[in-house]
T-cell receptor
Framework: NAGVTQTPKFQVLKTGQSMTLQCAQD?????MYWYRQDPGMGLRLIYY???????DKGEVPNGYNVSRLNKREFSLRLESAAPSQTSVYFC?????????????FGPGTRLTVL | TQLLEQSPQFLSIQEGENLTVYCNSS?????LQWYRQEPGEGPVLLVT?????EVKKLKRLTFQFGDARKDSSLHITAAQPGDTGLYLC???????????FGTGTRLKVLA
């Protein structure tokens, strides 16, 4: 099992460019999440998908869109990148069963917007 | 807006010392998690606590969930250099899929 995979690992954009961050999980989890992590800060939730076909806004959704393409894949799109979106982006999938509740994180995408 | 505050922000200690990291909020959470993150990697779950007053032990790590389910602590006994990393707490309110993360505690254990 690969777990949660993210592509690309690194990306540099110019202000105004668009791009899509890809995330896939092979653990058959229903819920998936996108977070951003800025220096000196914890993770902030951008969007989440409780199940295939549904998406909801998190704390900081402005400037982003998401697509839950199928149960495996959850993509994050920046339509017009801004320097304030320079960050490390993490995708996660969530497993729950009884008292077990675990988020599995991908390795992250390091995005710089010039 | 729910907030989780962690303290201290930074901690540098000698190998063998004990330490405690705190995670506090004015909000009630149905569950609270602790993660450790190493440079260049995603966070890895250490523990989930769900019951007020609950104490969980993971080798040298002891986790406690406050009675009112608003706060938590992580205690490390006899810290080792391998414990070095960023420790994050994350809370989830009842009836929601959303997690709120704390600002993190960066721990460095010197050999």
């Amino acid at each position: 099992n690969a777990g949660v995979t993210q592509t690309p690992k690194f990306q540099v954009l110019k202000t105004g460019q668009s791009m899509t961050l890809q995330c896939a999980q092979d653990m058959n989890h229903n819920s998936m999440y996108w977070y951003r992590q800025d220096p000196g800060m914890g993770l902030r939730l951008i969007y989440y998908s409780a199940s295939e076909g549904t998406t909801d806004k998190g704390e900081v959704p402005n400037g982003y869109n998401v697509s839950r393409l199928n149960k495996r894949e959850f993509s994050l799109r920046l339509e017009s990148a801004a320097p304030s979106q320079t960050s490390v982006y993490f995708c996660a999938s969530r497993f729950t069963s009884g008292s077990t509740d675990t988020q599995y994180f991908g390795p992250g995408t390091r995005l710089t917007v010039l | 807006t729910q907030l989780l505050e962690q303290s201290p922000q930074f901690l540098s200690i000698q190998e063998g010392e004990n330490l405690t990291v705190y995670c506090n909020s004015s909000s009630v959470f149905s569950s609270l998690q602790w993660y450790r993150q190493e440079p260049g990697e995603g966070p890895v779950l250490l523990v989930t606590v769900v019951t007020g007053g609950e104490v969980k032990k993971l080798k040298r790590l002891t986790f406690q969930f406050g009675d009112a389910r608003k706060d938590s602590s992580l205690h490390i006994t006899a810290a080792q250099p391998g414990d070095t990393g960023l420790y994050l707490c994350a809370g989830r309110a009842s009836g929601t899929y959303k997690y709120i993360f704390g600002t993190g505690t960066r721990l460095k254990v010197l050999a």
